[in-house]
Structure formats: structure tokens, C-alpha cells
């Protein structure tokens, strides 16, 4: 059984930054990609960055580049979201989701946590 939990959401001021976590249950942690959605009012879920077990990232959302960063802590099975320089069109629910690389168009999706930047 494959589970995530993303935590790290808050309110925050335009210009301020959060940290996202995602943890990850479940075996062999390191067949799995951990993916990075978020879902603004009104608009698609969209993939913003992906990342491996070893930390290897790319990102998918050219808005984000240079503030969004993500990471990976292989022992704790844990994945993180450095968001700085947070804009009000950052706003969205933001979902984790880990796909197991034999079988990648299967998404396990967390619950999401909002993520709301007032200007």
C-alpha cells in the first residue's frame, strides 16, 4: 500500500515563502516518483515539478523557475517544495502524488494543502 501525506500550507504575504512536505509510506521508495500538482480556483490541476528518491528534479511550470525548488530526503522517504518569492497566482491547493516507475500513469495522490498569497 502506497500512501502520501503533504503538509507545510499556510496563508502568507506576497513575497514571503513556505516550505512543503510531502511524506511517503509504502516499500522500495526508490521505484517511485514524487510529483508536485497544485489546482488554482477555477483552473486544471497542473504538474509543476517532479522529482526522484536520488533528488533529480525537473521542473514543468516556467512561473516557478528560480523561486520553486524541490528536494528529496532519501532516509526519512520524504519530499520537500521550497516555495520563495510567493506571488498571489501561486494560490492553489497544492497535491503531492508518487507514481511507481513500472507503472507511471498510476498517480497516489495525498489529500493537498492550500497554499493561499495575499498581495
Known amino acids: 500500500q502506497v500512501q502520501v501525506i503533504e503538509s507545510g500550507g499556510g496563508t502568507v504575504q506576497a513575497g514571503a515563502s513556505l516550505r512543503l512536505s510531502c511524506a511517503f509510506s509504502?516499500?522500495?521508495?526508490?521505484?517511485?516518483?514524487m510529483d508536485w500538482f497544485r489546482q488554482a480556483p477555477g483552473k486544471e490541476r497542473e504538474m509543476v515539478v517532479s522529482i526522484n528518491a536520488g533528488g533529480g528534479s525537473t521542473i514543468h511550470v516556467d512561473s516557478v523557475k528560480g523561486r520553486f525548488t524541490a528536494s528529496s530526503d532519501y532516509a526519512k522517504k520524504t519530499v520537500y517544495l521550497q516555495m520563495n518569492s510567493l506571488k498571489p497566482e501561486d494560490t492553489a491547493v497544492y497535491y503531492c502524488?508518487?507514481?511507481?516507475?513500472?507503472?507511471?500513469?498510476?498517480?497516489?495522490w495525498g489529500q493537498g494543502t492550500q497554499v493561499t498569497v495575499s498581495s
Open positions: 509504502g516499500p522500495t521508495f526508490g521505484y517511485y516518483i
Open positions: 502524488a508518487a507514481r511507481d516507475l513500472r507503472t507511471p500513469s498510476e498517480f497516489h
